[in-house]
């Protein structure tokens, strides 16, 4: 990965010369894009990064480690390019965006992605990052989500008034400690360190269940959303469970529950 001014790179025979536009984003949006490094970066043994997807008027980043899968989408006119990108170029993306953020005092402004062989370039401002891709099968991301199945259930809550009851019921617990969410005609009563119910509006095929829950991975969900609400689908404990959230960007996070 190289990292510096675009006259640098240049210099360094990295000119973005020959290199194809695949398009132009919006800083704001490609912030809220790159925020799909969720799973650690010790966890990307088996795929090794993000998956890059632009295809179907929609531009996606997405990461897994097949026990949870983070899916950002927005729409776009482009089409037809994918590469898996290390994730710890994401980070650099975002330290860019943040320094012209500041010197430009604005929250909104052009971002290219530029593609060349087996690189990948993000233009932001005057600087440019490069990043060799991954030569690597990602799994096929648009199959795990389940909110397309027919008769699913689901429910609409408030995100701010989960990631509270979240924060209250993990406490001081380990990473894989696992948060109990009984779903019944009262409520959510999410049970972990401590109870805390919350309450839902409705949402399609409505049903009783108890649900085990890595907590920490669904507040890490929920710290990286800016939406007013969040509607959650489940199908029966055991099974796999889907957040999905939309603002300007759609977000769609899947992980498994404990029998």
Not at 77 to 93: T, Y
Not at 100 to 107: A, C, G, M, P, Q
Request: glycine share 4%; proline share 2%.
């Amino acid at each position: 990965m190289l990292v510096g001014s675009s006259k640098l790179l240049m210099d360094l025979g990295c000119g973005t010369d020959n290199w194809k536009q695949v398009l132009t984003l919006s800083s704001n949006i490609l912030s809220k894009l790159i925020k799909a490094d969720t799973v650690d970066n010790t966890d990307y043994t088996e795929f090794g990064g993000v998956w890059l997807d632009v295809s179907d008027n929609k531009i996606n980043f997405i990461s897994t480690n097949r026990v949870r899968l983070l899916w950002i989408s927005r729409e776009t006119e482009v089409n037809d390019f994918k590469a898996i990108i290390p994730v710890d170029v994401l980070p650099e993306i975002r330290k860019l965006i943040l320094k012209y953020e500041k010197l430009l005092k604005s929250y909104d402004f052009n971002t290219i992605i530029i593609n060349k062989d087996n690189y990948v370039g993000f233009i932001v401002g005057n600087d440019l990052v490069i990043t060799d891709t991954i030569a690597s099968k990602f799994p096929n991301y648009k199959s795990v989500v389940i909110h397309n199945i027919p008769n699913i259930s689901s429910i609409v809550i408030n995100t701010s008034m989960l990631r509270i009851a979240m924060q209250t019921v993990l406490a001081k617990s380990k990473k894989d400690f696992l948060v109990t969410f009984n779903i019944n005609d009262d409520g959510i009563h999410i049970t972990g360190q401590n109870t805390v119910d919350v309450s839902y509006a409705d949402g399609l095929n409505f049903k009783s269940v108890e649900l085990k829950l890595n907590g920490n991975y669904v507040l890490d969900f929920l710290n990286k959303i800016d939406t007013d609400i969040v509607i959650f689908y489940y199908i029966e404990q055991g099974r796999p469970v889907e957040f999905k959230a939309v603002s300007n960007v759609e977000y769609f996070y899947v992980i498994t529950s404990s029998k």
